[in-house]
């Protein structure tokens, strides 16, 4: 009968006795490591086998969530239409949220005026893994704009109606809770489980003012593994 098992992990830890043939160990440090076993039986008969074990390490690949749609990351902006070269799809994606020097590509306006659909797609330099998309849409003051966050109103020249969508390959598919009526917020945040893309768009269906106006798009996430 066996009395009991003792385990040498070849690595400078401690032998472990046990009467269970069955153990766990975790090596800290990738290498090759001579794993023993001894087995002693109840008359004090002792047996012993050593085998080699490599231990192999995977390098884990972390991604702390950045802004995926900007242009300077190989993104690339268009639109329905635009009024014209200084309301450029381009300057959604610049990475400046407030609309700074409107009406020279401090954002985008469309060209037809009073007339929806109107969109804005941005397409990324590869699949991404996204959880959060923001919208920034024209804020009252324009020629003095601040920083926007969710207090900051756009009920004079924003996006009312309009929903947040992704490719999913084959169809544009709205966000959860991607839908928005009588948008009130300069800045709208969308966030939700992680969905892997390779565009998205803003799709507006009725702004104020006769024209659809946006002076950023960002989607937050990483870049999804090859």
């Known amino acids: ?53 490599l231990v192999e390490v995977n390098d884990v690949v972390t991604c702390t969530p950045s802004n995926m749609a900007l242009a300077s990351l190989g993104s690339f902006a268009t639109a329905s ?9 381009a300057s959604v994606i610049d990475g400046e949220h407030r ?27 590869g699949a991404q893994k996204l959880t959060e998309i923001r919208v920034f849409t024209v804020q009252n003051d324009f020629r003095n704009p601040v920083e926007p966050d969710a207090n900051t109103p756009p009920n004079l020249y924003g996006i009312q109606d309009f929903e947040e969508q992704y490719w ?38 009725n702004a104020r003012n006769n024209f659809s106006r946006l002076t950023e798009v960002e989607a937050i996430g990483c870049p999804a593994a090859p």
């Open 168 to 205: 999913n390959g084959s169809q544009w598919v709205t966000v959860p809770n991607g839908v928005v009526t009588g948008n009130d917020k300069a800045m709208r945040v969308f966030t939700f489980a992680e969905i892997t893309t390779t565009k998205i768009r803003v799709f507006v269906t």
């Open 1 to 53: 009968t066996i009395a009991s098992y003792t385990f040498n992990f070849g690595d400078g830890s401690d032998d472990v006795t046990q009467t269970s043939p069955t153990i766990n160990h975790t090596f800290t440090e990738a290498g090759e490591y001579p794993v023993r076993l001894v087995v002693t039986d109840s008359r004090g008969k002792v047996s012993s086998n050593t085998s080699q074990f």
């Open 81 to 89: 239409s635009s009024y014209s070269t200084l309301y450029s799809a």
């Open 99 to 125: 609309g700074l020097n409107w009406g020279n590509n401090g954002g985008w306006n469309d060209a037809t005026r009073g007339v929806y659909p109107d969109s804005l797609e941005v397409a990324f330099n």
